[in-house]
């Protein structure tokens, strides 16, 4: 049986960098991030790092893996997720991501699950669902 749990995140660092010619569309970047979790997850410093594909200077769409290392409902440990998503010019963000398979440890050991957040312009904290197992 799954357990669903929400919260929010927020970004403490963001570095992106063009990779090869960035002045024409398409072009690519890479973002290497910080976010702290609260909530379901409470993680204070979770890198992330991200493959951005840039189709205009507002639109494009997204890869990225984040290690995060805390809490999960109040078991610890650590587990890596893998995102997609997309981004558009009215400044929104719309992502899924999951658990990378096997890579959970400690308390969350055997942990399965997928979320999903949609991030609006101009607000601080992005709110976050998540379902996930134990096994």
Same mark, same amino acid.
């Given at each position: 049986?799954?357990?669903?749990?929400?919260?929010?995140?927020?970004?403490?660092?963001?570095?992106?960098?063009? !990779?090869?010619?960035? +002045?024409?569309?398409?072009?690519?970047?890479?973002? $290497?991030? $910080?976010?702290? &979790?609260?909530?379901?997850? +409470?993680?204070?410093?979770?890198?992330?790092?991200?493959?951005?594909?840039?189709?205009?200077?507002?639109?494009?769409? &997204?890869?990225?893996?984040?290690?995060?290392?805390?809490?999960? %409902? =109040?078991? @610890?440990?650590? &587990?890596?997720?893998?995102?997609?998503?997309?981004?558009?010019? %009215?400044?929104?963000?719309?992502?899924?991501?999951?658990? !990378?398979?096997? $890579?959970?440890? =400690?308390?969350?050991?055997?942990?399965?699950?997928? =979320?999903?957040?949609?991030? @609006?312009?101009?607000?601080?904290?992005?709110?976050?669902?998540?379902?996930? %197992?134990?096994?």
């Amino acid at each position: 049986m799954s357990t669903q749990t929400a919260g929010s995140y927020t970004i403490t660092r963001w570095d992106e960098s063009t !990779v090869g010619d960035g +002045e024409q569309y398409p072009r690519l970047a890479h973002a $290497s991030i $910080s976010n702290k &979790f609260a909530g379901g997850i +409470e993680a204070a410093e979770v890198a992330c790092e991200y493959v951005l594909a840039y189709a205009t200077e507002l639109d494009g769409s &997204f890869t990225g893996m984040q290690l995060i290392n805390g809490v999960l %409902d =109040g078991r @610890k440990g650590a &587990f890596a997720i893998e995102e997609r998503g997309c981004f558009g010019d %009215d400044g929104s963000i719309h992502a899924t991501f999951e658990v !990378v398979p096997g $890579s959970a440890t =400690g308390e969350l050991s055997g942990l399965r699950g997928k =979320g999903r957040y949609t991030a @609006k312009s101009g607000e601080r904290a992005v709110p976050y669902t998540f379902e996930y %197992d134990l096994g």
